[in-house]
């Protein structure tokens, strides 16, 4: 079984400054892979950045990177220099084979200027 | 326009109506999926599609009937819903086929915009 949590229901953040939002999750399987998501009011689901298990790197995509502890299980998300336009649901995700994704129950994001 | 489209966005409906959800990839992708967003639980896996085959059926009730008639499109027929089933519904789709072990980040999902449902 797999499972992530996220304990945030919501989180503020002042325009340009970072923010890290908290994942941790639970699973048996050896290999697997840690997503995270965007979902704007407008509903669609927007991929943001993947962490693989076997990955010995943090993974980075633009302004998201992922901080990836292992040992502790946590898959944090940190978004460095807040837009307003980031404000929005965030989901993460744990999977160990494509298109079975367990999703938390996501943060609410609000970017203030 | 968005690599995966969803219709109807909004889809009020009574118990007795019979309605179909409609998703449509313009990706060229091998897997579909749908997915069940209600506010109180996190999104859940409900169908699988993988070249238009059906994989995975998660414990989900019969009053939900998918169909894949080709790999683009992907339907949804709701039929005697409950007041309960009102809830977001998402369909996504992937390039590598579904099942297959996550080696590299070809396991992203791309998603439509969603269809709300309300169930009166």
């Known amino acids: 079984a797999q499972k992530i949590t996220q304990t945030q229901p919501g989180m503020f953040v002042q325009e340009k400054e970072a923010v890290t939002l908290d994942c941790t999750y639970d699973?048996?399987?050896?290999?697997?892979?840690l997503f995270w998501y965007k979902q704007p009011s407008s509903g669609e689901m927007i991929f943001l950045i993947y962490q693989g298990s076997y990955d010995e790197q943090n993974a980075t995509e633009g302004r998201y990177s992922l901080n990836f502890q292992k040992a502790r299980k946590s898959a944090n998300l940190v978004i460095s220099a807040s837009q307003l336009g980031d404000s929005a649901m965030y989901f993460c995700?744990?999977?160990?084979?494509?298109?079975?994704?367990?999703f938390g129950r996501g943060t609410q994001l609000t970017v203030w200027p | 326009e968005t690599g995966v489209t969803q219709t109807p966005r909004h889809l009020v409906m009574g118990m007795t109506n019979k309605k179909s959800l409609k998703c449509e990839q313009h990706?060229?992708?091998?897997?579909m999926y749908w997915y069940k967003q209600s506010a109180k639980k996190p999104l859940e896996l409900m169908f699988v599609y993988s070249l238009e085959e059906r994989v995975e059926n998660n414990s989900v009730p019969s009053r939900f009937s998918p169909e894949c008639p080709n790999s683009s499109h992907l339907f949804l027929h709701l039929h005697t819903l409950q007041p309960e089933d009102s809830a977001l519904y998402l369909c996504?789709?992937?390039?590598?086929?579904?099942?297959?072990?996550?080696?590299?980040?070809?396991?992203?999902?791309?998603f439509g915009e969603g269809s709300r449902l309300t169930v009166l």
């Open positions: 699973t048996s399987d050896q290999s697997y892979g």
């Open positions: 996504a789709s992937s390039q590598g086929l579904a099942g297959e072990l996550l080696m590299t980040n070809t396991g992203e999902l791309f």
């Open positions: 995700a744990i999977g160990s084979t494509l298109g079975r994704l367990y």
């Open positions: 990706l060229g992708h091998n897997a």
